[in-house]
Structures are given as structure tokens and as C-alpha cells.
């Protein structure tokens, strides 16, 4: 059964880093796509950095060059390392799993409907 667990959440400062961990389980497939989103309340959810099957990132303009997303293919193991939080990171962090076959891979990183199986989420708040 394919699970999602994530951690690594916490408080912060304005400036502090955070190093958020998500290990799934139960992977069936090879070209999986795995992503990062995080969710305010009465927000959609937005994605945040991906990295698919080849080892290719993608970041949302908001976080490039202070997030960095890394993978462990051996153990399905997606970290986000955040550096120079900002209040505006205050959010629920979720990862994401993409399993479907690379020739049917059609939506962009960042479309959240693009991932069938997502983790419980963890909190990351940021005080200035």
C-alpha cells in the first residue's frame, strides 16, 4: 500500500532553515515524479519544488535559490532543505507522488491533481 509520511516541521525565525523529509512506501512504479506543495488555510494548494523521474527540479518562483529539493530513488526519499524562511513560508507542507507512466505524464509539476497520493502534511511557521 503506497504511504506518505512527512517531517521535519517546526518554528522558526525570520531567516532560519528548516529540512523537511518525506519517505514513501509501498512504490510500485519507476518513473515517479515526486513534489513539494504547502497549503494556508483558504489557499489552494501551491506547489513549491518537484524533481520527476530523470532528476529534474523545478521551484516556484518564490523559493528559487532558498529552497533545494533532493531525492533518494533507493529509498523514495524526497527532502526539501529551507533556507532564509520568510513569515510568508508559514504554511502545512505536503508531498506528493506521481506514479503514472512517463508517455501519460501530462499535467505540469506544478498542478496539484497531477499526484494521486499524498502525506498527512507537516507545519512549518515562521516568525519575524
Known amino acids: 500500500q503506497l504511504r506518505l509520511v512527512e517531517s521535519g516541521g517546526g518554528s522558526v525565525q525570520l531567516g532560519g532553515s528548516l529540512r523537511l523529509s518525506c519517505v514513501a512506501s509501498?512504490?510500485?512504479?519507476?518513473?515517479?515524479?515526486m513534489a513539494w506543495f504547502r497549503q494556508v488555510p483558504g489557499n489552494e494548494r501551491e506547489g513549491i519544488a518537484s524533481?520527476?523521474?530523470?532528476?529534474?527540479?523545478d521551484y516556484a518562483d518564490s523559493v528559487k535559490g532558498r529552497f533545494s529539493i533532493s531525492r533518494d530513488n533507493d529509498k523514495f526519499t524526497l527532502i526539501l532543505q529551507m533556507n532564509s524562511l520568510k513569515p510568508e513560508d508559514t504554511a502545512m507542507y505536503y508531498c506528493?507522488?506521481?506514479?503514472?507512466?512517463?508517455?501519460?505524464?501530462?499535467?505540469?509539476?506544478?498542478?496539484?491533481?497531477?499526484?494521486?497520493?499524498w502525506g498527512q502534511g507537516t507545519q512549518v511557521t515562521v516568525s519575524s
Open positions: 524533481v520527476d523521474y530523470r532528476g529534474e527540479t
Open positions: 506528493g507522488i506521481d506514479e503514472t507512466p512517463a508517455w501519460l505524464k501530462v499535467r505540469p509539476w506544478n498542478d496539484s491533481k497531477k499526484y494521486h497520493a
Open positions: 509501498g512504490v510500485t512504479e519507476d518513473e515517479v515524479d
